[in-house]
């Protein structure tokens, strides 16, 4: 009985959640900030891209992570990224490293000896985990998931519904999501520094988002003075 | 960065906007709940060395959120701090029969369930961060749950 209440009230108090994402950690953690910027000093000596260095200070948005500094993969994430080796004959050049978490769904990235990367999602509430790899295209690209049951007649009956991808694009800050009410919110890019330098995103689109009427629309790609440098429309929520 | 800044920064990742919506409860706005969970996380890395990992995590950072939000609102500490929260929904006009019922309802037992609720707390996590064993948790949720159920119409259930 009690399970039954608490899924009521989930879902009467979902309506009244605010999804908006304020957060900074920056903000928070103002002497880690200067760290970082010092770790890039130094990286850029060693060769990373002055671009991300540059770009690092100025910009207020977007989170840049150095890639060995993500948190290492536990083994269920690193067994995922092994079976990508072996089925699609990628040779990855580093362990996987924690680049995105969410509340519903984390986002890990591993660099290819080709040059490229993979990159796989987890799910907080399952085992469940997908990915991909190869080279991306240039700009903005974003995926639609859907990673609970849906009716046949539209409408989404149960989440996370992700928005993931990737941006491949040094001036890109931050991704503005509108929605067909009107709404928008603004999603935070992590930029990973070499070997992988891309930026990624990880939005678990709320609840009330999933209806007709409600749900996404596109997805803009701004630089930090607020240009826009991409965008998609967002297809596949039905 | 050490293991314990690391899990906090993990944390603020994974539960920043839970942690900010239920913290809204009890400073009355976004922005001041904002300030105030930034503030806590900043306190709580400060003093992570006084962490002892006895309780979660959440329910030690959101002790300190809590703090910091009856400090904005300078509230006499005369009183327990759990005791001197009036905790209410942000937009009652979004569901008012879920608001009226609510506000039956003890602060206290409210504020279990704005946790509960908004902060996507476990019972563990409650239970430390309000002080009480989980067993105490599963009994107060059950009786604001009865409460509720009661307030509250199958057709508002069912919006």
Redesign the interface.
């Known amino acids: 009985m ?1 399970d039954a ?2 899924t ?6 979902a ?11 920056h ?3 103002p002497p ?1 900030a200067r760290r970082l910027r010092g770790a890039l000093a130094i990286a850029a000596v060693l060769a990373l891209s002055i671009a991300v260095t540059a770009t690092a200070v100025s910009v207020p948005h977007r989170i840049v992570r150095l890639f060995g ?1 993500g ?1 290492p993969a536990p083994p269920p994430v690193t067994r995922s990224f092994t079976d990508f080796d072996q089925i699609t004959g990628i040779d990855l050049a580093a362990p996987p490293r924690r680049v ?4 519903a769904a984390s986002l890990w990235v591993a660099p290819t000896k080709g040059g490229g990367f993979c990159t796989l999602v987890k799910l907080r509430s399952s085992e469940g985990a997908g990915g991909e790899c190869g080279p991306t295209e240039p700009g903005l690209s974003v995926e639609v998931s859907l990673h609970g049951p849906f009716s046949r007649s539209g409408g989404v009956l149960g989440g996370p519904v992700l928005l993931r991808g990737v941006a491949d694009e040094h001036g890109a800050d931050s991704l503005r999501l509108a929605f067909e009410d009107g709404a928008t919110t603004t999603i935070r890019l992590v930029w990973v520094s070499e070997p992988v330098a891309t930026g990624f995103f990880l939005y678990p689109v709320p609840r009330q988002h999933w209806r007709a009427g409600h749900r996404p629309t596109t997805l803009t790609l701004l630089s930090a003075g607020g240009r826009e440098l991409d965008t998609r429309r967002i297809t596949g929520i039905p | ?1 050490d293991a314990r ?2 899990a906090i ?2 944390l ?7 942690f ?2 239920a913290l ?1 409860t009890v400073t009355g706005s ?1 922005e001041t709940a ?1 300030d105030a969970v ?1 503030e806590a ?2 306190r709580a ?1 400060a003093q992570r060395h006084r962490y002892r990992g006895e309780a979660p995590l959440a329910a030690w950072v959101w002790k300190i959120a809590f703090r910091v939000a009856l400090e904005g609102h300078r509230r006499p500490l005369a009183v327990p701090l759990e005791d001197s929260a009036d905790p209410a ?3 009652p006009e ?2 008012p029969e ?1 608001d009226a019922a609510l506000r039956r309802l003890s602060p206290r037992r409210r504020m279990v ?1 704005f946790l ?3 902060g ?1 707390f476990s019972y563990a996590e409650i239970a430390a961060a309000c002080d009480v064993s989980e067993g105490t948790v ?1 009994a107060t ?2 009786q604001a ?1 009865a409460e ?2 009661t307030a ?1 119409t199958p057709a ?2 069912a ?1």
């Not at chain 2, 603020?12 to 839970?18: F, K, L, M």
């Open positions: 009690i209440v608490d009521d009230l989930r879902r009467r108090f309506p009244l959640v605010d999804p908006v994402d304020d957060s900074d950690w903000d928070v953690c880690r500094d948190k995105v978490a969410t509340a | 960065m800044a690391r920064e993990e603020y990742a994974e539960r920043y906007v839970a900010r919506n809204a976004r904002h930034q996380f900043a890395l929904l942000l937009h979004l569901d879920l369930v509960r609720y908004f996507d599963a949720l059950a749950h509720l159920r509250l508002g259930a919006r």
